[in-house]
């Protein structure tokens, strides 16, 4: 079956400092991988997408992610948080065709 | 015009109305969804039209009623909700639904902010 693992819930973080946000997923062939952003009260911002090709992805608002094939993951990382970065973040996986599958959530907190 | 929008951005409401939400997308897309997000978590998909035809239903009750009039426009009726109907109704866009190798990069509203009391 097909599914997607956040298995930090809360994450705070110091302004200026590196995040790494994990994502790990089951799926039987090359999945569509995506990352999306919520401000509270807010729809869901696609970051960034991984179809295929250079594991290593650019996203909006300086953040980046890396496929490892071998470990089912997909890490959402920035190297400066700010702290408009406060949000919950959602990792997803996406069969060709078909719906997506959310993680359950990470939401992040930024400390001045 | 790369925005999906949705009308009203909140709606109170009691278990014996009936009221709908609106979501719009001018993006050319011919798969638009529904969402129920509850506080603290993912958002849940409960219907999916693919050139205007329900694609998806996930079991959903049927007092929320899905219509697509056009491949612009996506709504969603809703008559006799109970008070745990209470969420955030997404909707969101994408390309296209089902094909071999295309990807379904889903583009989001901001939501419905939904109170039934």
């Known amino acids: 079956a097909q599914s997607v693992t956040q298995p930090d819930i809360h994450i705070t973080v110091s302004e200026g400092a590196s995040l790494e946000l994990r994502c790990n997923y089951s799926?039987?062939?090359?999945?569509?991988l995506f990352w999306y952003v919520q401000s509270p009260g807010q729809g869901l911002q696609l970051l960034l997408k991984?179809?295929?090709?250079?594991?290593l992805v650019q996203g909006i608002k300086g953040f980046e992610a890396e496929f490892k094939r071998s470990q089912s993951s997909f890490n959402l990382r920035k190297p400066s948080v700010h702290w408009s970065d406060a949000a919950e973040y959602f990792c997803?996986?996406?069969?060709?065709?078909?719906?997506?599958?959310f993680g359950q959530g990470t939401e992040l907190s930024v400390k001045p | 015009d790369t925005e999906v929008t949705q009308t009203p951005k909140h709606l109170v409401m009691g278990m014996t109305n009936k009221k709908s939400l609106k979501c719009e997308q001018h993006?050319?897309?011919?798969?638009m969804y529904w969402y129920k997000q509850k506080a603290k978590k993912p958002p849940e998909l409960m219907f999916v039209?693919?050139?205007?035809?329900?694609?998806i239903n996930e079991s959903v009750p049927s007092r929320f009623s899905p219509e697509c009039p056009n491949s612009s426009l996506l709504n969603l009726h809703l008559h006799a909700l109970q008070p745990e109907d209470s969420a955030l109704y997404l909707c969101?866009?994408?390309?296209?639904?089902?094909?071999?190798?295309?990807?379904?990069?889903?583009?989001f509203g901001p939501g419905t902010r939904l109170t039934v009391l």
């Open positions: 799926y039987g062939a090359t999945p569509y």
């Open positions: 997803a996986v996406g069969p060709p065709g078909g719906k997506l599958i």
């Open positions: 039209y693919s050139y205007e035809k329900l694609s």
């Open positions: 991984y179809f295929s090709g250079d594991t």
């Open positions: 993006m050319g897309h011919r798969a």
């Open positions: 969101a866009s994408s390309q296209v639904l089902v094909t071999q190798s295309s990807y379904n990069e889903q583009f």
